[in-house]
């Protein structure tokens, strides 16, 4: 660990600071004043970090009877007062699946999220601390995923199951935790295939994976929705139905180090009650952090984050 | 599921019902919804301004005030500048006449760039083409096994360029089509962050190194607000040609698509709309302004009866039916062109007003699978003459097809009624295949 995600995300690569990320800023230096177009560039701020039509609204709304009831002096107490609400928002207890003892975890999602990096990157960190560690690449279906996660493992040090392309996903799951249980393991971690949440013959098969998993997991089973930041108002909507399906217990917000903001979580943590318990911020394997409910309201804001 | 533009306007003009003209309050209230519509489907919120604001102009002039469904009226409006916004009627791949002919694709990761390039040689081979995959993503484990894999499927030729680094591979790619006499190269590229400028120069190299006919950009349908910012870093740093808008098989309203072409006037191109490796279509504005406005899309639905429904079969039937047959045998093989159409789920979606179903409303994706299973169950002297299914037959039937005597004599009862119906239409005379389609409502008016 050197420095934490948010101080790093400003600098490592060479980045254009984007008219985006110092949107509020430039809010602020207009000048402190309360006016109605301060009010609707604060809207215009909050719909571009994705955070959707019916949260800005919402908030915006609440913000402006807060700013007149208290007397707020000026737009940086305004907007201090919106990253709080925002942090307040996000920070929903739960357990984190990866530490907080032994677990198997199933990681889902829609296609293209960052699925089999993730579970790559969560494998390197416990392996390195001391966690007994199997990964089985439930992903029969896309062309190299099994490939793409054997290298992970490789950079792991941790044995990986596999069966070959198109074998079913459930079988997957029975050799892994059947290996997992013959190697003592105490992180079983799952990559599963990407599925868009509208497909019902797929949404199925995970249900039949998360059952097999149920019956044979020595540990609690847990399931990690991983979201890419980039994701607009489907985000709500796909969250919804995994959840429906398998009962989520945490979701993992993957590239955060671009220009996206991934302001659709906070519409998912309302909805949903599903703690953020990882953020992705880089390709390296150590990018992958704890989350910062306040860090990341901060970012969605505009503001430093404190101390820097 | 958001409701649809014309539900809520709808909902905003019944308010008004019996008056004669809209206010500027009555407009107001109507463009807070196409506001709303517009940014639940992830529309920019920039463009959204002003598109409101154009599509305001146009409201509250003379035509809508004097018509007499403001709602109806406002909807046609937004729908006309919404295809104009998307660059009007279709954008076709444009080729130079040159061999081998190059295609680039850039794109953020996860947007299922190496799936399209699997995708757009498989197109392209079917249009008379000899396509070579050029594998330059050599950051993401396996990526090139990922697209050598696909390229096995579909028997097209890739090269891999073993421990070479990007710009080379592409280079050497192009001398590999030259030497095995392909006609068209597409080159994968990895996926790159706008924000990484050593990344974003890698894929400039490349386009100089190449020089493409066509650079396009792959775009994941889900994306939020942040495509314009990716689309426009795309734009001035490898500058790209069209876009392809990926897994619109989903339920994203895809306005990042609209807002990629109104922010760099670059058209979209194609549209990935399933996992095979042959759901790649060529994008259609309109359809996809009805689509963001979430309503419907019948034009498709229509072509995809038209593309999966065997002519043959279709004629065979037809003559059949003329004289006045319709057997057990008949009822499965046309159960069977539904469901190669794709899952009910899907081809519910299409129908316009579909989503105002009740949300519960379980379509149960095996009641075809298992009256198939049923009929297969049945001798080919049960399927010709069903009359003579009795209770013991139907006990066997219910037997081999696993399903209750219940299920069973329902589908006796659908089989009955199917040939009623099938005999009516047998009696209307040159009752042909292309009537039934053109008959369809709804199919030639916008609404």
């Known amino acids: 660990m050197t420095q934490p995600w948010y101080k790093r995300l400003g600098n490592g690569l060479a980045r254009t600071r984007g008219e985006l990320q110092g949107h509020l800023n430039v809010l602020l230096r207009r000048g402190p004043d309360l006016d109605e177009q301060f009010w609707e560039e604060l809207e215009d701020a909050l719909l571009q970090a994705d955070m959707g039509v019916t949260a800005t609204t919402e908030m915006t709304g609440r913000l402006r009877d807060t700013a ?79 490939e793409q996660l054997r290298i992970w493992a490789e950079r792991a040090e941790v044995p990986v199951i596999e069966r070959a392309h198109g074998a079913d996903p459930a079988a997957v799951v029975f050799d ?34 998360k059952r097999v998993a149920d019956r044979e997991s020595p540990h609690p089973v847990r399931v990690v929705l991983v979201m890419d930041a980039t994701t607009g108002q489907n985000g709500l909507v796909q969250a919804r139905e995994f959840h429906r399906a398998l009962g989520l217990d945490g979701l993992v917000l993957t590239k955060l180090d671009g220009t996206a903001k991934g302001g659709i979580v906070v519409a998912v943590s309302r909805e949903l009650g ?27 804001v505009g503001e430093s984050p404190a101390g820097s | 599921m958001f409701e649809n533009l014309s539900d809520r306007l709808h909902a905003v003009f019944s308010k008004l019902t019996g008056r ?119 950051y993401r484990p396996a990526a090139i096994d990922q697209l050598e894999a696909l390229g096995r499927q579909l028997e097209i030729p890739v090269y891999r360029g073993e421990g070479l680094d990007a710009v080379a591979i592409a280079r050497e790619g192009i001398k590999d089509a030259i030497a095995r006499m392909r006609d068209v190269v597409i080159v994968d590229t990895a996926g790159r962050l706008h924000v990484d400028e050593d990344m974003m120069a890698e894929a400039a190299a490349i386009r100089q190194a190449v020089r493409p006919d066509q650079v396009l950009m792959v775009i994941d349908a889900m994306t939020g607000q942040d495509a314009v910012n990716a689309a426009a870093a795309f734009a001035e740093r490898v500058d790209f040609d069209g876009v392809i808008v990926t897994k619109l098989d989903g339920d994203a309203r ?99 007003g579909a989503n105002r179903l009740p949300k519960d409303a379980e379509i149960d994706e095996g009641a075809l699978a298992r009256t198939e ?12 003459k069903p009359s003579r299914i009795n209770g013991s037959r139907r006990e066997r039937i219910a037997n081999g097809a696993g399903v209750r005597v219940f299920d069973v004599n329902q589908v006796l009862k659908q089989f009955t009624q199917a040939q009623k119906m099938m005999k009516q239409l047998g009696a209307i005379p040159g009752g042909g295949k292309k009537r039934r389609f053109r008959g369809m409502p709804g199919v030639s008016g916008p609404f």
Do not use: W, Y
Request: proline residues 4%; aromatic residues 2%; hydrophobic residues 50%.
């Open chain 1, 68 to 146: 007149a009831r208290e007397a707020l002096p000026d737009a940086t107490a305004v907007l201090a007062r919106l990253a709080d609400e925002i942090a307040a928002e996000v920070r929903v207890p739960g357990d984190d699946p990866f530490t907080s003892g032994p677990a198997t975890v199933l990681v889902v999602g829609v296609n293209g999220t960052g699925k089999t990096t993730s579970v790559g990157k969560i494998a390197k960190s416990a392996a390195d601390a001391g966690r007994h560690v199997v990964i089985g690449s439930a992903d029969t279906f896309r062309a190299a995923a099994i």
């Open chain 1, 176 to 209: 892994t935790i059947t290996e997992g249980r013959a190697r003592d393991a105490d992180l079983i971690l799952i990559d599963t295939a990407g599925r868009l949440h509208t497909s019902s013959d797929l949404m199925a098969e995970l249900v039949k994976v």
């Open chain 1, 274 to 300: 599903v703690p953020v318990v990882r953020v992705g911020v880089g390709e390296g394997v150590a990018d992958l952090e704890a989350f910062e409910p306040d860090a990341f309201a901060a970012a969605i």
């Open chain 2, 20 to 138: 004669g003209a809209l206010s500027e309050a009555d407009v107001d209230a109507a463009m807070r919804e196409v506001r709303m519509a517009l940014l639940e489907a992830d529309v920019n919120f920039k463009t959204v301004k002003e598109f409101v604001a154009r599509v305001r102009a146009r409201a509250v002039g003379a035509d809508v005030m004097k018509s007499l469904t403001p709602g109806q009226m406002v909807v046609k409006i937004v729908l006309e500048e919404l295809t104009a916004l998307m660059g009007g009627s279709e954008s076709r791949l444009v080729l130079s006449s040159r061999t081998p002919a190059v295609i680039m694709l850039v794109g953020l990761q996860g947007s299922g760039k190496t799936t399209a390039a699997a995708k757009l040689a498989n197109l392209l081979r079917k249009q008379g083409k000899s396509p070579l995959l050029v594998a330059c993503d050599v």
């Open chain 2, 254 to 352: 895809g306005g990042a698509a609209l807002s990629v072409r109104a922010v760099t006037g670059k058209p979209i191109k194609f549209a990935g709309v399933g996992e095979k490796l042959d759901a790649l279509e060529p994008f259609h504005p309109e359809r996809m302004a009805k689509r963001i406005l979430g309503m419907g899309d019948v034009v498709s639905l229509i072509e995809k009866a038209q593309d999966t429904i065997d002519a043959d079969a279709a004629s065979d039937l037809e003559a059949r039916l003329a004289s006045g047959v319709f057997t057990l045998d008949d009822f499965l093989s046309q159960l069977q062109q539904v469901r190669k159409m794709g899952s009910l789920s899907d081809i519910i979606s299409m129908i316009p």
């Open chain 2, 373 to 384: 299973a049923i009929i297969r169950s049945m001798t080919p002297a049960e399927r010709a």
